[in-house]
């Protein structure tokens, strides 16, 4: 199979599964609002923010760095198992202890403290789940993830059409999370055993000689692991606290009600985000190749993944911000109004995230990890300043307009590092097709007056019937499709 074929097979099956997980998820997400209400969501959101701050010390970037090495020399795979595994037994123990302190400290109510505590494990139980998923990305079996992913979501799904059919509490909510987490842990290792390697817990304290190189390397095999690993986790830390630091500091200003409000609108958002992390999650391995093989083929490749992503991004920004009264009002009915204008303005956050995703993926295929390091503390501490300034007076609509600054931050730090790198093209070639496209499918959505489906659909067939008259697609790019799609 061509490394074209096999990208395209493993983005269709991540996004099958991508769809699927987040259409279960937009729903039990709006169910759960609306039996929460705006407070008790906010609750649920902000334990959801807390345990993905606290869950980054378990994860340290291990994962990431064994799809790179291992994608790369299949040999190592046992290794990287065995190693992050007894690695991550160590690190999920800071986490547990930093939950333990911060709700002692915070002196939350029983329920909230109880929410806390399973949700923040239903993280670091993840963090392990993500070293076999790791495993399967390595050998581009995308398969066996989309598989995972599906199974945590219908559990998640049925578990709280179950909570809300028996009136169930908060309490119940943050449960559900803790036993997904570990039905699809006991799903990733089995499925590692049955098709890949066995795990073994392994500390190895002899010398390491990479089977890719050749050059033997003065340490273990551990200080490999978390030298390389320490600056992905530092970056990590930085921008999971820069994306979710406003969700606590919401509710530390202004109350759980914001905070429902700022995470229904966001919610929407990040439903869209399966597109994206499906693409990654496929090219990665191969950029990390390619980094080997043939710098040239990189930089194409992630020149198309560019174009492609912001292609997809874009319209979705326009659109959303002219239809975004009707879909609020569909999905979480009048009680959630204060959204609307959360929705319109977070959602151009979207083409943002997208170039995003494949600017940090580049950068770690590239083994330039250490660089960004730098860039999102930068993100990190503009996120924090200006929600502690604005955030008191301004409330939900400043939070939104802070996050869309941050990825845009984020998006030009990470740009540059490309570029210093050698991976420079005109952005703004890329753009002004797709802009042009998204202005005559905006004047199309203002005109049509019709069911919010019905307009949807026609915007979308408007959007690139506009893009192939604006000849966006190159024979390149018309090649590239007929290759996806088994043509010769």
């Not at 986490?95 to 670091?124: D, E, K």
């Not at 606290?241 to 700022?262: E, H, Q, S």
């Not at 979480?332 to 979207?350: D, E, R, T, V």
């Not at 049509?448 to 979308?460: E, R």
């Amino acid at each position: 199979m061509s490394a074209v074929s096999k990208v395209a097979k493993n983005t269709t099956v991540l996004l099958i599964a991508q769809i699927i997980s987040y259409a279960l998820a937009f729903f039990y997400t709006i169910y759960t609002a609306r039996y929460l209400g705006a407070s008790g969501f906010g609750i649920i959101s902000s334990a959801l923010a807390l345990g993905a701050i606290l869950s980054i010390f378990t994860e340290l970037g291990l994962s990431t760095l064994t799809i790179r090495e291992v994608s790369r020399d299949k040999s190592l795979a046992n290794k990287y198992i065995g190693n992050t595994l007894a690695l991550k037994l160590i690190l999920s123990t800071i986490t547990i202890t930093a939950m333990v302190l911060l709700v002692t400290l915070g002196h939350y109510p029983p329920q909230i403290a109880a929410v806390i505590y399973y949700i923040t494990l239903s993280f670091v139980v993840g963090a392990f789940t993500s070293i076999f998923y790791s495993i399967f990305q390595a050998y581009e079996k995308m398969e066996f993830q989309s598989i995972g992913q599906i199974i945590n979501s219908i559990i998640m799904f049925s578990g709280i059409l179950l909570i809300i059919y028996y009136q169930k509490s908060i309490i119940e909510f943050g449960l559900i999370y803790l036993i997904a987490s570990i039905i699809s842990l006991i799903y990733g290792f089995i499925i590692c055993v049955w098709k890949f390697v066995l795990p073994k817990i392994e500390i190895d304290l002899n010398l390491w000689r990479s089977a890719l190189t050749n050059i033997e390397i003065d340490t273990n095999l551990w200080k490999f692991l978390i030298s390389e690993a320490v600056p992905l986790a530092i970056s990590g830390i930085f921008l999971l606290i820069a994306f979710k630091i406003d969700t606590l500091l919401l509710l530390y200003f202004n109350g759980t009600a914001p905070v429902g409000f700022y995470n229904a609108a966001y919610g929407l958002m990040a439903a869209l985000m399966f597109v994206p992390f499906a693409y990654v999650s496929a090219i990665f391995p191969l950029l990390s190749r390619l980094n080997v093989s043939s710098k040239e083929l990189l930089k194409y490749s992630y020149e198309k993944s560019f174009k492609y992503l912001l292609i997809l991004g874009l319209p979705i920004a326009v659109g959303t911000t002219l239809l975004a009264s009707p879909i609020i009002l569909l999905l979480y009915k009048s009680g959630f109004s204060q959204s609307i204008n959360a929705l319109q303005i977070l959602i151009w956050a979207i083409p943002l995230i997208f170039i995003n995703y494949i600017l940090g993926t580049a950068i770690n295929s590239i083994n330039k990890q250490r660089e960004t390091v730098k860039t999102t503390f930068i993100v990190m501490i503009l996120n924090i300043v200006l929600n502690v300034l604005l955030l008191p007076r301004y409330g939900l609509i400043a939070a939104c307009y802070i996050t869309v600054l941050t990825e845009l931050t984020c998006f030009m730090l990470w740009y540059h590092i490309m570029n210093l790198n050698g991976y420079k093209f005109n952005i703004l070639k890329l753009v002004y097709k797709p802009f042009i496209a998204s202005l005559v499918m905006a004047l199309a959505i203002i005109l049509l007056h019709t069911n919010l489906f019905i307009v949807i659909i026609l915007a979308t067939i408007i959007y690139f019937a506009a893009l192939y008259f604006l000849k966006t697609f190159t024979e390149d790019d018309i090649s590239l499709i007929k290759r996806v799609i088994g043509r010769t």
